[in-house]
């Protein structure tokens, strides 16, 4: 399995596509910044075509980006986030940038005690298998494979909800439905 599919049509996105109102930020946490959360931040922003500005961040952050992820994602034509692996502070400090949506990837990240974020965001835990439990090289690619393609189908149907015109609880339904859904 080479990791390519339908992530070829992202290399031609156009990231400078102009939107009406700002962005939905989004910060996507896991447990080291490493994998998951980097994929599911490139991932956001390329579907969100302007219309998202995704973060990531880990509760325990990682000392570099896995350079699985940095394979998938280049191999993808995504780029890869230009920051090393970042700690959840960073977003959630009274001065930070408000935030729309934090979306857990890790167990581990969803069972913290959450900060009060700025901007009182919607949150939801959107599970993917952590790939570091894999010691093998080939099992720990098809594992961010496989959660790449389950960030995608569910950032694609985030993309698409009418979040302007759905109330509070309605959008916490959504992306709580999201979540558990899983392929």
Partial sequence: ???????????????????????????????????????????????????????????????????????????????????????????????????????TLSDTAAGEAPPVWPGHPITAHWRCVDPAQFADPGERRLALIRARTELERRLRVFANLPVKSLDRISLQAHVDSLGAQST
């Fill in 1 to 103: 399995m080479d990791g390519g599919g339908d992530f070829e049509e992202f290399a031609r996105v156009n990231r400078e596509v102009t939107v009406n109102g700002e962005p939905l930020r989004i910060l996507f946490l896991s447990q080291r910044n490493s994998a998951r959360s980097m994929l599911a931040e490139a991932i956001a922003n390329a579907v969100g075509r302007g219309q998202i500005e995704a973060f990531s961040a880990g509760v325990r952050p990682a000392a570099r980006v896995d350079p699985i992820a940095v394979q998938l994602l280049e191999h993808a034509g995504l780029p890869v986030p230009d920051h090393p692996p970042q700690h959840v502070r960073q977003f959630s400090a009274p001065d930070s940038p408000p935030l729309d949506f934090v979306f």
